[in-house]
């Protein structure tokens, strides 16, 4: 059974929508053709006060997205050039998200949030684009539960620039697969 997730579903705590994240389905529509990835890998980013979201140094044009209603995607250049894909979570106002890190599509590992746009056709062009429409690019519920114990967590990648915020297990992996079994990455 198929079922787009709501807005009230991303209108919940940050890590708790990041932890259920996994195992759910992130479709993406091409040209008519849908894309069906499932959600193996992911990083929460928790409001004003976590050094590693962009809404630590406050409202910008850039980040202003963060800042409105859930369900919304963030899509953002790093290195001036890869991709990266998150929604929006919690109450509007308070800037919180979660970052897409890896899927798997067809049994196949798809690691890193640049790779995962390029493989998805992700740019920002979709930027503030809301993923509770059912329409280009949405997450879906098509049941099976993944149990806790099949649920590493983790250190987040590549923030050690925050200080004691890069320490969060904040990243959330799931262990194990229909595909090769995803590296679990360091503690």
Sequence with gaps: MRRT?????????????ARSLI??????????????????????????????????KGRTPRTNVLFGPPGISYVYLI???????????????????????????????????????????????LNRHDMTSGESLWFEDRGGNVPRGEIGRFRRIGVDYAGEWAKKPWRFRLLTFSGTKPRRGRP
């Design 5 to 17: 997730l709501s807005r009230n579903y991303f209108n919940r705590p940050t890590l708790t929508v």
């Design 23 to 56: 195992g759910k389905h992130l479709i993406r529509s091409i040209d008519g053709y849908e894309v069906v990835a499932k959600v193996v890998e992911v990083e929460a980013y928790v409001g004003p006060g976590d050094k590693a979201c962009h809404a630590s």
């Design 79 to 125: 290195y001036g050039m890869y991709h990266c894909l998150n929604v929006v979570t919690e109450q509007v106002e308070f800037p919180a998200a979660v970052l897409i890190r890896a899927v798997e599509v067809d049994g196949k590992l798809i690691d890193g949030p640049g790779r995962l746009c390029r493989a998805l056709e992700i740019d920002r062009s």
